[in-house]
């Protein structure tokens, strides 16, 4: 190794980032393991570059001992030899020797080109990685690369992002070339590179879709409440507006229903209920079972529970094949929600929907 070398780790850490001093550190020791490999594991060893010619000199170290004390010569030097070198040593001391093999230069040059490629990679998938740590939970665009095992590998452009099984849309159909809108899920560092988690099936995913299809969401004029999600086949949305001149529902729906179509295609299909949240919790439990109507709603607060009475013709609606509309209802607003049609509450309680 020579200036030249020194020259190139100033460029790289120019263009790349990564420090001079961190490259030739992580070169002294992998050095140190060649050294030991190609001429003896037993020796204290440490190999010294120089910053501003490159050379690569290795020294042994050893302990300075009584003479009688000598027990082995690879790690320890007796006194009396160690004057010779340096009269100023005294046992206990350490000398430094040069040890420097003649053919050293070529497995420097090896061995530094390795190290350099493995720091390069490493400043790279850092760079990715603090990139992609801080956009958790944000929607990126994919193409869907390739599928195995059930996985969806998505191009990212700088990586490959990963769509396992259970982040994927129940039913949904993954084919080369398709272009996805996806939530990063999870970042995880591995000793590969980082690991991007994406989904499809979260309800955040909902959430950023309605943010970049709904520019009141983003200037903060209607949020949202709650979202309950049945990946592929219903989600719940609630909303609210903090302006009395702005319809939250109108809002996310958009002019002749545009917003929300636009999320719909982009989830393959998939219904969507926006309903409207209000501080009244009878108001929103009973906004919060839509598409159905709701005649009364008899609430619990102590038990966050609550009874539901809704039409005689509206009861499977309210309840929803295999108890969908109802299951979601009660994840949006975070009460237990219990259903009966307007007979079967009369027939319990009397003619009339009165308190019981």
């Known amino acids: 190794m020579n200036v030249d070398f020194i020259s190139a780790l100033e460029e790289i850490?120019?263009?790349?980032?990564i420090s001079k001093s961190i490259i030739i550190d992580a070169l002294e020791s992998a050095l140190i393991s060649s050294y030991k490999k190609n001429f003896g594991s037993s020796q204290n060893v440490v190999v010294e570059?120089?910053?501003?010619?490159?050379?690569?000199?290795?020294?042994?170290i050893k302990s300075v001992v009584d003479n009688d004390e000598l027990e082995d010569e690879l790690l320890q030097m007796p006194i009396e030899s160690a004057k010779k070198i340096d009269p100023k040593l005294n046992v206990g001391d350490s000398i430094k020797l040069e040890v420097t093999p003649k053919n050293f230069g070529r497995i420097a040059a090896q061995t530094a080109k390795q190290?350099?490629?493995?720091?390069?990679?490493?400043?790279?998938?850092?760079v990715i990685f603090e990139d992609f740590i801080s956009?958790?939970?944000e929607i990126i665009t994919g193409q869907v690369q390739?599928?195995?095992?059930n996985n969806v590998y998505i191009d990212l452009g700088k990586i490959e992002g990963i769509l396992p099984p259970a982040e994927q849309i129940p039913g949904e159909i993954y084919n080369q070339g398709d272009r996805l809108k996806l939530l990063i899920s999870e970042v995880k560092k591995t000793t590969k590179g980082p690991q991007i988690i994406l989904s499809r099936a979260s309800a955040n995913l909902v959430k950023r879709l309605f943010e970049i299809e709904v520019p009141e969401i983003v200037e903060g004029i209607v949020e949202i409440y709650s979202i309950a999600r049945e990946a592929g086949s219903r989600t719940k949305i609630a909303v609210f507006s903090k302006s009395v001149d702005v319809d939250a529902l109108g809002a996310c729906v958009g002019?002749?229903?545009?917003?929300?179509?636009?999320?719909?295609?982009?989830?393959?299909?998939?219904?969507?209920?926006?309903?409207?949240?209000?501080?009244?919790?009878?108001?929103?439990?009973?906004n919060s079972l839509s598409p159905s109507k709701v005649i009364?709603?008899?609430s619990n607060e102590k038990e966050k529970s609550a009874l539901v009475i809704v039409p005689d013709h509206q009861l499977s609606l309210a309840i929803g094949k295999e108890g969908q509309n109802a299951r979601l209802a009660a994840k949006l607003t975070g009460w237990k929600i219990d259903i009966k049609s307007e007979s079967q509450y009369n027939n319990i309680n009397g003619d009339g929907v009165n308190e019981p």
């Open 135 to 137: 956009r958790e939970n």
């Open 255 to 286: 002019f002749k229903g545009t917003r929300v179509k636009a999320i719909v295609d982009e989830l393959n299909g998939e219904k969507i209920d926006i309903v409207i949240w209000s501080k009244n919790v009878d108001e929103f439990i009973a």
């Open 115 to 126: 190290v350099v490629i493995q720091r390069i990679k490493d400043a790279e998938r850092d």
């Open 49 to 60: 570059i120089d910053n501003n010619t490159g050379d690569v000199k290795v020294f042994a």
């Open 296 to 298: 009364r709603v008899f």
């Open 13 to 17: 850490e120019k263009e790349k980032g």
């Open 146 to 149: 390739r599928i195995s095992k």
